[in-house]
């Protein structure tokens, strides 16, 4: 997803540019551009969802932000407008020659710095220096490897404001019952909120799927765990249960790990977990219990490694 801004100028013209979808399809043409459906492109065409996502990015004189998919560049505009440092990162290299033409003063004075290139082949950590945010209209088949990326790596980002599809964003904020595999994943590491719903009009094209910004806040510090070894065994654990979430929580940890059904229960006793409970009911603080519980976790049955998703999960993206 890419976003378009109110009263953008085209490149090195000085004209707005109105802001609704046939406006998106003149600029689009005018550039000799296209959307492409393989890249998930579908550009933002309604300035009341930019000025949302800009309200929640707050940017200030000064302040770092890593831009994914920056598109027409009408949200990087606005990002710059409000005196930020943006880096921002663009694979399709029309887009990313036309940021180019329109951008040259920000460009050439520092202010705005263009990787070409796939935000998942990318050293996130050193791509910009901390403390920075992420702002960015995700394409959508990339926002669950771009969350491990972003999360699972430090330094972090301070603040994420990210556009993701809707029912993405509802199973990243799930409370328990509605847990996956990802929303563990996000709410281990940060504090998360849907801040706005957004309809498929207020794209051109429009998508297929309802669409929803999200505040990602990561957490300063985290010493819940002694480790990174303790944090990889934590996942295999997660990921071992996600593979059948729908089944009790004892059986599928018996068939799962490496140990014997007598020490899942003694586990999940332990952890104050009943062992009919389902993964999807299971809250972060449970898990990190149960991992107590546990003690030592070696390699699941299937020689899984933490990152990897689980079998048979529904897709997170």
Known sequence: ?????????????????????????RTLKDAGLRARHALSQNFLADPEVLEAILAEADPGPGRRVLEIGPG????????????????????????????????????????????????????????????????????????????????????????????????VAERIAAPPGGMSYLSVFVQYHAKVRIASAVPPEAFEPEPAVRSAVIVVEPYAADDRLPSPDAEDALWRLVQASFRERRKML??????????????????????????????????????????????????????RKAGDEPDGAEPEA
């Open 250 to 303: 004892h059986n599928v940890l018996s068939r799962q790990l490496p140990v014997e059904p007598d020490q899942v229960s003694a586990a999940l006793a332990a952890a104050g977990i009943a062992p009919d409970r389902r993964p999807q009911t299971v809250a972060v603080g449970e898990w990190l219990a149960l991992l107590e519980a546990f003690g030592e976790i070696g390699p699941d049955r299937r020689g």
């Open 72 to 167: 027409l560049g009408f949200l990087t505009a606005g990002l710059l407008e409000a005196g930020a440092e943006v880096t921002a990162v663009e694979l399709d290299r029309g887009l990313a020659a036309f940021l180019r033409d329109r951008f040259v003063d920000e460009l050439d004075g520092g202010r705005l710095r263009l990787i070409d290139g796939d935000a998942l082949d990318l050293d996130l950590t050193t791509v910009v220096p901390p403390p920075y945010d992420v702002v960015a209209n995700l394409p959508y088949h990339i926002t669950s490897p771009i969350l491990h990326r972003l999360l699972g790596e430090t330094p972090r980002a301070e603040r994420l404001v990210l556009m993701v599809q809707r029912e």
């Open 1 to 25: 997803m890419t976003a378009l801004g109110e009263d953008a100028a085209a490149p090195g013209r000085g004209s707005p540019v109105r802001i609704d979808p046939a406006a998106v399809r």
